[in-house]
């Protein structure tokens, strides 16, 4: 790869800080961190579909989860100059709704505390206190946009529990639009575990992260577009992780579905001021470039334009495997696909691996 003129900037990057971890080791059901004897390393479980017996139960967890030294280092690493770090899967989703607003307060305060220890290389994104309700979720998204480091927030596909196109979402995504605070939207559940079949376990990680992911993206933001989110908000601001899913393969498919269906027409839902996939793809959406081939990243280029796409990681998730130090191919791959399908050196490529972000996010301190 060229030497990048704009800043190379990493927006799909996650960390547990120290008090989550605590918060996961205190646990015995889905989310938890524990050890399974006779071993005596951590394991992370947060997926439903890897709380088996099989060897796929969990991950390591080790520093790069925590540690924002690890962190720094692993941009060092690969030459990333700064990154938009944001909480892994599954956030706050999970906590007792009484000790939502102080469980997101502490831990957005810790993360900024720890965005301050490397001041112009580490921005975030927050996270709301989605179990404590509207209220609680209203005054963290007041309190985030004074904390010095916050770009925005992460959020999962739940919502307050029935989707982002519930309508008791609209004033959380008014009061996101009005803050300017883009939303970074994440997988996690995936699609339920009926549908990979008898021998999922024999299949590690691959069914539920290379394709429950993307369709669950998918899923949500088709939902947000049916229900006419983006018409209601219209400058709301989304990143969607891996490239979208496969939003942009199927936007054309999704399109013509509700240009032919019946039902939306007879609700006068067809009209003039609908806004179409595409449309929402080149207003609303911007795309991380975390989707590993030219092939998908030429479609988030083509669906949603050159200078909404960003580069990202997803570290500490997808390290090699048997291998210490050194660069990783899981970035390596990110690398190659933006230089491949926009040009190496290009105005564009340096766009995507920095320039869009820098611009979007504001990372200048
Ligand atoms: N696995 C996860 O659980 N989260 C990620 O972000 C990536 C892989
Ligand atoms: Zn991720």
Redesign the pocket.
């Known amino acids: 790869m060229s030497l990048s003129k704009s800043p190379l900037v990493d927006i799909h990057t996650?960390v547990y800080p120290p008090s989550y971890i605590t918060l996961l080791k205190s646990r015995t059901s889905i989310p938890y961190i524990r050890t399974f004897p006779p071993s005596t390393s951590h394991r992370l479980v947060?997926?439903p579909a890897e709380d088996t017996e099989s060897t796929s139960r969990g991950r390591p967890v080790g520093p790069e989860y925590y540690s924002i030294d690890e962190k720094i280092k692993f941009m060092d690493v690969h030459g990333i100059d700064i990154s938009v770090i944001s909480l892994?899967?599954p956030w706050l989703d999970w906590v007792d709704p009484a000790d939502a607003a102080e469980a997101a307060r502490s831990i957005n305060d810790e993360v900024d505390a720890e965005c301050a220890k490397f001041p112009g290389r580490l921005f975030a994104f927050g996270t709301l206190p989605l179990s404590g309700g509207a209220e609680v979720i209203g005054e963290e998204i007041k309190r985030l946009k004074g904390l010095k480091y916050m770009r925005g927030i992460i959020l999962g596909t739940t919502g307050l529990g029935k989707g982002l196109d519930d309508p008791e979402l609209l004033p959380i995504f008014q009061a996101l639009q009005d803050a300017k605070l883009p939303i970074f939207l994440?997988p996690h559940y995936g699609l339920p575990s009926s549908v990979w079949g008898e021998r999922a376990n024999d299949y590690g990680h691959v069914l539920p992260?290379a394709l429950g992911f993307p369709l669950e993206t998918t899923i949500a933001v088709t939902r947000m577009i049916l229900a006419g989110v983006f018409e209601k908000v219209p400058e709301l601001q989304m990143i969607l992780a891996h490239s979208g899913g496969t939003l942009p393969f199927l936007a054309g498919r999704i399109e013509s579905c509700i240009e032919h269906d019946a039902h939306l027409k007879a609700e006068g839902k067809l009209g003039k001021g609908r806004k179409t996939v595409w449309d929402v793809l080149k207003t609303n959406i911007y795309l991380d470039a975390v989707v590993y081939s030219e092939v998908g990243l030429r479609a988030a280029i083509q669906a949603s334009g050159e200078d909404r796409i960003m580069f990202g990681t997803?570290n500490p998730?997808f390290p090699p495997l048997g291998e210490e130090g050194g660069k990783w191919a899981s970035v390596e791959t990110n690398y190659q696909a933006i230089a491949g399908a926009l040009g190496d050196g290009s105005e564009s490529a340096e766009g995507a691996l920095g320039g869009n972000a820098v611009r979007v996010l504001n990372l200048e301190v």
């Open positions: 996650h947060i997926l892994a899967n994440h992260l997803d998730f």
